[in-house]
């Protein structure tokens, strides 16, 4: 259909002119349950016919007057009428006296929602804003798996040989470092010890809920009420691979509610924000003057208004909202996230920094996975023990917002080994430790002095 043709059906179906074709629509039993506070909206005029300010309770006479806006979603979307004008299509009564400034870079206000929904049972604290992580009864003690047979490994001890050529290794690779202490030095003892790394980590989900809309388009849906929608917890939404952070959203079933939009309040259009109604804006070429330079503006032919572009000038936009459908599903979805929490715990016996201990290899003395998991009570260090008790626990109770999915713990013996020695009638000590016989040496007695930026002195 031609633009003009559009032109000519809108002129033609003005309010006490709608052709015998356009039945009007039974008024949508709306989901407002306090509808006396909903406030109706701005009265406005179509081509100079006052109307009021329609809301649902006007609904049926409205669709009456206006083409194309049927309230039902099968009959389509209002569309805007077709052509640019020079008399706006729609007065509206809190529109400005004068033109305003035009602005580009206008954005659209947003729009209030004055919807009371029907309560859906489990869902009644949801909003259109996502909701905190919603709290899950902690999982019963009883839930613990049985507890598994602790049998722990042992860790390697280190020969006096060893100690010497890890030292040996060790010097090499520091070009500032004397190789004369180390073959002159006497290893009088080596005492063995380890360095106890404990970890655990928890899988868990948190959940909330949030209320979302739609146009509502004549798309199929599961109405709210006529089956009892799932428990925010029953509702399957596994982990795409275990202790990996992902995220994901899901629909709740049952708890689609149709309802006028709250952007137009059943019309479909709203009033253009950028002429904020009126049609027409203010020339920016000669600031609203009409003359520039002593002469006619060319931009507003003198006129210092002109038509505005967002409209066209007709003083109104189809509704962002619902699309121009007049109307909104309202549904409920679910949003989880899998997050992951750890802890860990250094038992060492000797001089050796603990922070050492994170980057080397040792044995596994004791691992274990499930649901949730108990903690080590046999081990031989106490310590390990107690702390491995206190980390259990807090993973157990520190997130009452979070369902515990897996949780695995181990248990990390690394090899240290305590190294006596003299040189030149000196007493000194260092350290081998992990698997790979890295050395910790905190006073090597011969290494350069020098004014120079050597890469051993840098950390």
Not at 42 to 51: C, D, E, L, R
């Amino acid at each position: 259909m031609s633009e003009q043709q559009d032109d000519s059906m809108y002129q033609d179906n003005l309010p006490g002119t709608v052709p015998e074709t356009v039945q009007p629509v039974p008024t949508p039993t709306p989901a407002v349950q306090n509808q006396d506070d909903v406030p109706p909206p701005p009265a406005y005029s179509v081509n100079g016919a006052t109307q009021p300010g329609d809301d649902w309770r006007t609904l049926q006479s409205y669709t009456q007057a206006v083409p194309g806006t049927m309230a039902n979603a099968k009959s389509g979307p209002w569309t805007p009428p077709g052509g640019e004008v020079d008399q706006a299509s729609f007065n509206w009564a809190d529109a400005p006296d004068t033109e305003v400034e035009d602005n580009e870079n206008a954005e659209e206000p947003t729009y209030q929602m004055n919807q009371a929904f029907q309560p859906i049972p489990g869902y009644e604290f949801v909003t259109v804003k996502e909701s905190k992580p919603i709290a899950i009864q902690m999982q019963s003690k009883n839930s613990l798996v049985e507890t598994e047979p602790e049998n722990f490994s042992s860790v390697t001890d280190i020969s006096e040989e060893d100690a010497k050529d890890a030292l040996m290794k060790h010097v090499s690779s520091h070009c500032c470092y004397g190789k004369k202490p180390v073959k002159e030095m006497t290893i009088e003892s080596v005492t063995p010890s380890s360095a106890y790394h404990y970890s655990i980590t928890t899988f868990g989900e948190q959940r909330t809920a949030q209320r979302l809309y739609e146009p509502f388009k004549g798309q199929n849906f599961q109405q709210a009420g006529s089956v009892p929608a799932p428990g925010l917890w029953e509702i399957e939404m596994p982990p795409p691979m275990m202790y990996e952070p992902s995220e994901s959203t899901q629909e709740v079933e049952n708890t689609s509610i149709i309802d006028v939009c709250h952007g137009c309040t059943g019309r479909g259009f709203v009033k253009c924000y950028r002429c904020k109604g009126k049609g027409k804006v203010r020339c920016k070429n000669c600031k609203g003057k009409g003359v520039k330079k002593n002469e006619p503006c060319k931009k507003c032919a003198g006129k210092g208004k002109r038509r505005c572009y967002r409209c066209n000038g007709h003083a109104c936009i189809t509704c962002s909202v619902c699309e121009g459908f007049k109307q909104l599903r309202f549904y409920i979805v679910v949003k989880n996230k899998f997050v992951i929490h750890n802890d860990d715990h250094i038992e060492g016996q000797t001089a050796l920094p603990k922070k050492l201990v994170y980057g080397v290899a040792g044995e596994t003395l004791y691992q274990s996975e499930s649901p949730m998991v108990n903690p080590i009570r046999m081990f031989p260090v106490a310590n390990v023990n107690e702390n491995s008790m206190r980390l259990v626990e807090k993973h157990r109770t520190q997130w009452p917002t979070e369902r515990i999915i897996m949780q695995k713990h181990d248990l990390r013996g690394v090899p240290v080994s305590e190294a006596g020695y003299k040189w030149k009638e000196k007493p000194g000590k260092f350290w081998v430790y992990g698997n790979e016989h890295k050395v910790y040496f905190p006073k090597y007695p011969h290494n350069c002095f020098c004014c120079c930026y050597c890469p051993c002195t840098i950390i």
